[in-house]
């Protein structure tokens, strides 16, 4: 008792040969194109490699150190430029220090006193983007993901709508309707699951052939969710969707909203991040009228696992007074600052990762231009890729052959790409080329490689 | 396009240097009992003085790195061995470099095929959790915080008795009904009102001078719930309430939820941790009956923000068939290997951070025992402090002293705790001893400090 039971001195060395062991094996092995991306294990072997099992007596420092290499050496290299698999591939080093820096600082972002860096820093933060959405003043709170921030959106257009959900339920309320197109994320469904209005809330309607909501199949899908006696909440539209990157057209939507009056929510999850570029910001014209956006600036921008924004129009507290619950071990009104800094009861948590500085410091290390860049370059990469493809003969739609050649690049660990299946279209591969790693040589990797491991099928 | 945007040599030249500021100040100073704990600033300075706003252009390397050390310099010192003010004071180096890794493989605990390692490792970690609460079998994810953890419990309850609540929502279902103690955490309200079932929903059963759950009172509010009409649904009992520390009767209140086959979920957010302890495991006597466990490992055994463990009895796969909307972009059912490792449609969020891999670290570094040890020693810093505490005099509680103590200490920076009142108690200091840092001279430090400061009052 008389004496603390962790040696800093001792820890910190630990630490400190960890880093380098993580530099080594991650950061410079793992984004080094003539690496693996994955080194496959069946889950049995990789178990028993991994020697999981919890016991009662500790283990010796460099059996630790070891212990580190090895989740290493098995763990997938996102950051390796032929990870094509999903939209978090990418490192970006000022982000990375960022989010040492918040592991090692272990605050709760939910009081000033706690953590008066970041309550002002998210709140900058939170400007800066809605002020790329064009809103000068709003609301706001980093949420641990997409599929949270767009539930948040759910959550608020029906208390606004019918406060006393708060207290009494969603038994108080008629039952509620929320539109959204087949192409949105799974979170729509996720959340009218989780917040009680079940998935037969969630209307879906039509698309082009684009993947884009139909405007005029909403209102038409409105009125008739009236006579049926519903009544119409919120349009959860898409600012790329997941599988085809569709951008919803706002504008057009939110004329229909405004006639409606209803709550128009924006899942801006991986298309956020356009607003940064000049030259693709059109995609999302009428953003500005949404009452809410959700947007991940850990998918394009690369600020890291996890970095999602809810950003929200209101000006009336809305938020605080939806989520409240007012704890007096917390948020004491009796403190010697001003509480209205103690933004924790903004959230349904309680206790808040800093999800801020990573993305704070990164884009003060490149500036908004920087940030076009990358969005800019993705879109160019996409492009490439297509006219590549075209030059190319044998590249088409054989539904059963994307698991097999899937399967063949992760037991080579050469590459990783998603594939999926579309309407009657069969599997494609769903290649991601955000990351700002990637260049030519390595989307020919690709297209070689698809080549190489279809050959002799 | 031809090249990548990224340096990855310069980047980790500045990751290098970022590390050795965040050891040397957020490591070796943040933990010196001779540094301050915090270096207060009026949010309008602290402002100025970071400089927060977002700007076109990007910055130098050094200026970088002197915005790292000013974000570390005005940050709380939570690690510091004067921080009594929250659950998650202190740190592990162990846990710590677990948490660097994970930052580094930026991955997503959705697949096997991006997360090969903590697919395996997130399960053998919940395993070793069940079997502490006495479970040979069953299920478990870890979430974004307790108060999700213990939303979940919620979520699952209602669907186990009714299924239809998924697709059709609450309006289908009979209005439910919620026990728990105003000792509980607000959570439990804030979950209410986010799932759709109202604050009202959630009733409160009375406490003993201890603050813990009266099992005949529970009886009582059930019976008369059910003449109200309501359908009990679930008992959310604390072992640790966040205020008093107290644990409820899990035993008794198991008789009552058996007798009306009521869901018993425990939130053990903080009090979970004592199931390590031979000496204090009794608090939680009967818990082994309970469905559903909340236990946060980021707060007594300093696994750092966030760790928090959803623990489940079931063995029906009742989480997947709850959460589940079979993404076919993730959760595609044609891959080469077994698509039950595919657990991240247990979830209601997309994107989950990987937040087991601390805590194996950590757990392998000390083995059980060794957290064993840091629960014995934190209760052995309570008995310590409450001696000293009847050896002075002028403890005592006035209502109007903390809020001016606690700002002295702060401008000051020499110490952190947090006040709060209590029913009719007014505002009292409540000191968190958990962190394995402190011994005696810290909790002597406490008791002088509170003296020092209140001394002219």
């Given at each position: 008792?008389?004496?603390?039971?962790?040696?800093?001195?001792?820890?910190?060395?630990?630490?400190?040969?960890?880093?380098?062991?993580?530099?080594?094996?991650?950061?410079?092995?793992?984004?080094?194109?003539?690496?693996?991306?994955?080194?496959?294990?069946?889950?049995?072997?990789?178990?028993?490699?991994?020697?999981?099992?919890?016991?009662?007596?500790?283990?010796?420092?460099?059996?630790?150190?070891?212990?580190?290499?090895?989740?290493?050496?098995?763990?997938?290299?996102?950051?390796?430029?032929?990870?094509?698999?999903?939209?978090?591939?990418?490192?970006?080093?000022?982000?990375?220090?960022?989010?040492?820096?918040?592991?090692?600082?272990?605050?709760?972002?939910?009081?000033?006193?706690?953590?008066?860096?970041f309550v002002l820093?998210?709140?900058?933060?939170?400007?800066?983007?809605?002020?790329?959405?064009?809103?000068?003043?709003?609301?706001?709170?980093?949420?641990?993901?997409?599929?949270?921030?767009?539930?948040?959106?759910?959550?608020?257009?029906?208390?606004?709508?019918?406060?006393?959900?708060?207290?009494?339920?969603?038994?108080?309320?008629?039952?509620?309707?929320?539109?959204?197109?087949?192409?949105?994320h799974y979170s729509?469904?996720?959340?009218?699951?989780?917040?009680?209005?079940?998935?037969?809330?969630?209307?879906?309607?039509?698309?082009?052939?684009?993947?884009?909501?139909?405007?005029?199949?909403?209102?038409?899908?409105?009125?008739?969710?009236?006579?049926?006696?519903?009544?119409?909440?919120?349009?959860?539209?898409?600012?790329?969707?997941?599988?085809?990157?569709?951008?919803?057209?706002?504008?057009?939507?939110?004329?229909?909203?405004?006639?409606?009056?209803?709550?128009?929510?924006?899942?801006?999850?991986?298309?956020?991040?356009?607003?940064?570029?000049?030259?693709?910001?059109?995609?999302?014209?009428?953003?500005?009228?949404?009452?809410?956006?959700?947007?991940?600036?850990?998918?394009?921008?690369?600020?890291?696992?996890?970095?999602?924004?809810?950003?929200?129009?209101?000006?009336?507290?809305?938020?605080?007074?939806?989520?409240?619950?007012?704890?007096?071990?917390?948020?004491?009104?009796?403190?010697?600052?001003?509480?209205?800094?103690?933004?924790?009861?903004?959230?349904?948590q309680c206790s808040?990762?800093?999800?801020?500085?990573?993305?704070?410091?990164?884009?003060?290390?490149?500036?908004?231009?920087?940030?076009?860049?990358?969005?800019?370059?993705?879109?160019?990469?996409?492009?490439?890729?297509?006219?590549?493809?075209?030059?190319?003969?044998?590249?088409?739609?054989?539904?059963?052959?994307?698991?097999?050649?899937?399967?063949?690049?992760?037991?080579?660990?050469?590459?990783?790409?998603?594939?999926?299946?579309?309407?009657?279209?069969?599997?494609?591969?769903?290649?991601?080329?955000?990351?700002?790693?990637?260049?030519?040589?390595?989307?020919?990797?690709?297209?070689?490689?698809?080549?190489?491991?279809?050959?002799?099928?």
């Amino acid at each position: 008792l008389a004496d603390p039971l962790i040696d800093h001195a001792e820890g910190q060395l630990f630490l400190n040969e960890a880093f380098k062991i993580i530099v080594e094996e991650v950061l410079r092995k793992g984004t080094d194109a003539e690496e693996k991306v994955c080194e496959w294990r069946e889950p049995e072997s990789l178990a028993l490699l991994l020697d999981l099992q919890l016991r009662d007596t500790g283990e010796s420092q460099d059996r630790l150190l070891q212990r580190v290499r090895d989740v290493a050496k098995y763990s997938i290299k996102t950051s390796h430029p032929h990870f094509f698999n999903q939209q978090f591939g990418g490192v970006d080093y000022h982000s990375l220090a960022g989010r040492f820096l918040t592991e090692a600082l272990n605050t709760n972002l939910f009081t000033y006193e706690v953590a008066p860096v970041f309550v002002l820093m998210e709140t900058e933060v939170l400007k800066a983007l809605r002020q790329l959405v064009g809103w000068t003043d709003g609301d706001g709170i980093f949420c641990p993901g997409g599929s949270t921030s767009n539930m948040y959106a759910m959550n608020l257009a029906r208390y606004k709508l019918f406060p006393e959900v708060k207290t009494k339920g969603l038994w108080a309320l008629p039952r509620l309707a929320i539109f959204s197109s087949p192409g949105s994320h799974y979170s729509v469904q996720k959340g009218a699951s989780y917040l009680g209005f079940g998935t037969d809330s969630v209307i879906l309607v039509k698309v082009d052939d684009g993947g884009r909501m139909i405007p005029e199949d909403l209102d038409a899908k409105i009125e008739l969710a009236k006579s049926q006696g519903f009544v119409p909440l919120l349009v959860s539209c898409t600012s790329g969707t997941t599988v085809l990157g569709s951008f919803d057209p706002l504008d057009c939507i939110a004329d229909v909203c405004d006639k409606h009056q209803l709550w128009m929510h924006v899942d801006a999850a991986w298309g956020g991040s356009v607003l940064f570029s000049k030259q693709h910001r059109h995609l999302m014209k009428g953003v500005e009228r949404a009452k809410s956006v959700s947007w991940n600036p850990h998918k394009m921008l690369l600020a890291g696992l996890q970095c999602s924004a809810f950003l929200l129009q209101d000006t009336t507290n809305l938020l605080k007074r939806c989520n409240c619950a007012n704890a007096s071990y917390l948020f004491q009104q009796d403190k010697f600052y001003d509480v209205n800094l103690d933004i924790g009861d903004k959230s349904v948590q309680c206790s808040r990762k800093v999800d801020c500085l990573k993305l704070w410091l990164m884009w003060k290390a490149v500036g908004s231009t920087g940030l076009e860049h990358r969005v800019d370059k993705a879109f160019l990469h996409v492009r490439y890729l297509l006219e590549q493809m075209k030059k190319r003969d044998g590249f088409q739609l054989v539904s059963t052959v994307a698991p097999v050649i899937k399967e063949r690049m992760m037991k080579e660990g050469t590459m990783m790409v998603g594939y999926q299946p579309l309407g009657d279209l069969g599997n494609f591969f769903r290649v991601t080329v955000f990351s700002p790693h990637i260049c030519h040589k390595d989307m020919d990797f690709f297209l070689d490689e698809i080549e190489r491991l279809g050959k002799c099928l």
